[in-house]
């Protein structure tokens, strides 16, 4: 009983907010990497927010339900069909044992997010049931989902209280440039003020080098440090924008390495990690410098969206 | 040197308590890492301890950077450093046997001595843990005496696996899972080095020592069996 996978789109895996207290050890932390999507597929489906979820990239898979269940499906529209009809995101959705859910492509953002009311029944590792396949830790044996995988669901449901009340306003997302703002550090002062200026004031290519560990940019002209861009290794968080020695910087994304030894010029704050997640290889992005001050009012702001969303789909 | 705030972010700060890779300076980080252990700070999520830094994850709806970095100043100025005069060593097994240290000869040559002579220097110090990092339970170790000359190879190999004991000049890092790597391979441990079955997964921990006993090919083999059994466990000494 549960799930069964009859085609495993192009890179889906479970995903929770991520394993906590473990970085010290060197894991990841792994975790959604557009955690506003992910909560709200789970409020949606009447979920604690950081319920364990599938994230899906690009395209999803085709999902056969063996019981009845509540889903949701949020973030990259994948145009989901249930038996040949399509259906819409950003709402709640009864389905039937017997029925067969098909995602598409995505014609904007990268990833979507399916929830499952009561959740996967998934054994926890570390606390967690995200997925870090460069490691096989987590999720499904430690893998992205493939054709044939069978899942248990832990408490599903045939339906869930006021139904109709259960869907929210899709996002539309860019398709040809993002802005995302940026606290400096914590190595900004490796950058002369000039260069930390040009970093901010012209824009950079996402490569096609951009996974779930991190998102290569290329910039025209290389950012220069002030030496060699080495440092005594330390933390990395997550956003944190990395200049190795070639000076095309990296950010540092849901499976990003702990430590690292390079220069970190800035670090794109918690509110706009999503746009990042959203976003695609051939796309421009631009940095927009902001004090620690407004970016802990918007990480806080978000917060409070998210605590009225749950109060008004599920108190 | 002042300990400094840097901000990483609007959840997480690195607090740099030096600029050396130092055992004084490692153990002043995890000196204020167990602090805030002992006496946690509401808000803070998660800490990585490093060579020099601490990276403190936080919540910012319940601690804001100024008011954590007060606190942190305080705690940094309190807490002092963990004492390096009670070692834990952790006796690990290695063998420097034919497949299984396919790069003793190359140290040899490039330290332009014999691989006998190469074994007992790496294996006659102890290695401290400066942190781990990388991946799952990779420390960071290195020893004190008699570091080697030699640095990388000219090109890195594309995977090396799991359970190698690679070396360069004083380091020296237990490489837990199958990855690339530009270090030579000097030996081979029968352990598994981080294994999720075990209760604590991490064979060391950082602010620890590495002790490697060196072992025949027939001692790796019966050792690796046991292992794979779930029925060995390094020997863990302290020493004042």
């Known amino acids: 009983m549960g799930i069964t996978i009859e085609d495993a789109g192009v890179f889906t895996t479970l995903q929770d907010a991520g394993r906590t207290g473990y970085q010290q050890f060197g894991v990841s932390v792994s975790g959604a990497m557009d955690m506003e999507a ?113 899942i248990g669901l832990k408490a599903p449901k045939g339906t869930l209280s006021r139904m109709e009340r259960r869907s929210l306003v899709p996002p539309v997302y860019p398709t040809d440039s ?73 950010i540092m994304l849901s499976d990003r390495q702990t430590v690292g030894g390079y220069a970190k010029i800035g670090t794109v704050i918690t509110a706009d990690l999503p746009k990042i997640a959203q976003s695609r290889p051939g796309m421009k992005i631009r940095f927009i410098r902001v004090s620690m001050d407004l970016a802990q009012d918007l990480y806080i702001r978000s917060v409070k969206e998210m605590d009225a969303i749950d109060t008004y789909l599920n108190a | 040197m002042e300990a400094r705030f840097l901000p990483a972010g609007d959840c997480a700060m690195l607090v740099q308590l030096g600029d050396a890779i130092s055992l004084e300076v490692n153990g002043r980080v995890l000196g204020l890492y167990e602090d805030l252990k002992k006496d946690p700070v509401e808000g803070i999520t998660e800490m990585v301890p490093t060579y020099a830094s601490l990276m403190v994850q936080y919540r910012p709806d319940k ?97 090396i696996p799991g359970g190698s004991v690679v070396v360069q000049q004083n380091l020296s890092d237990l490489i837990p899972f199958d990855q690339p790597c530009g270090w030579n391979i000097v030996g081979t441990t029968p352990v598994t080095i981080t294994d999720f079955r075990r209760e604590d997964p991490f064979l060391v921990h950082a602010g620890e020592w590495v002790r490697y006993i060196p072992v025949s090919r027939r001692e790796y083999d019966r050792i690796k069996k046991e292992d794979a059994a779930g029925r060995y466990k390094v020997r863990t000494i302290e020493e004042a």
Request: charged letters at 25%; a negative charge.
């Open chain 2, 63 to 159: 601690v804001r950077f100024q008011e954590l970095k007060k606190i942190l100043e305080e705690r940094a100025a309190r807490a002092g450093s963990v004492s390096q005069t009670r070692k834990v060593i952790r006796e690990v097994p290695i063998c420097y046997e034919g497949d299984l240290a396919p790069d003793l000869e190359e140290c040899a040559r490039l330290q332009g001595t014999t691989t006998d002579e190469i074994i007992r220097m790496h294996s006659s110090h102890d290695y401290y843990v400066y942190m781990l990092g990388f991946a799952p339970g990779h420390p960071y170790s290195a020893r004190f005496e008699e570091p080697f000359s030699f640095r990388r190879r000219e090109t890195a190999r594309l995977s």
């Open chain 1, 178 to 250: 993002i802005a995302v703002r940026v606290v400096p550090g914590p190595q900004d002062d490796a950058f002369s003020p000039e260069e930390l200026r040009n970093f901010f004031w012209y824009g950079a290519e996402i490569t096609n080098d951009f996974d779930r560990m991190g998102c290569r940019l290329k910039r025209e002209t290389p950012l220069k440090h002030l030496g060699d861009g080495n440092i005594i290794s330390d933390g990395i968080a997550a956003g944190s924008i990395q200049v190795p020695t070639n000076g095309q910087p990296i």
């Open chain 1, 38 to 150: 992910f909560r709200l597929a789970n409020l949606l489906a009447g979920n604690d927010r950081d319920e364990g979820a599938l994230e899906m990239t690009y395209k999803g898979p085709s999902i056969r339900f063996e019981e009845d269940e509540v889903i949701a499906v949020t973030g990259a529209d994948m145009r989901p069909v249930l038996n040949g009809e399509s259906v819409p995101v950003y709402t709640a959705l009864a389905v039937r044992a017997g029925d067969l859910l098909e995602m598409g492509f995505a014609s904007r953002g990268a990833r979507g997010y399916l929830a499952f009311a009561g959740g996967l029944a998934v054994e926890p590792v570390m606390g967690s049931v995200s997925t870090l396949a460069s490691k096989g830790i987590g999720g499904i044996e430690g893998r992205a989902l493939k054709k044939g995988d069978r």
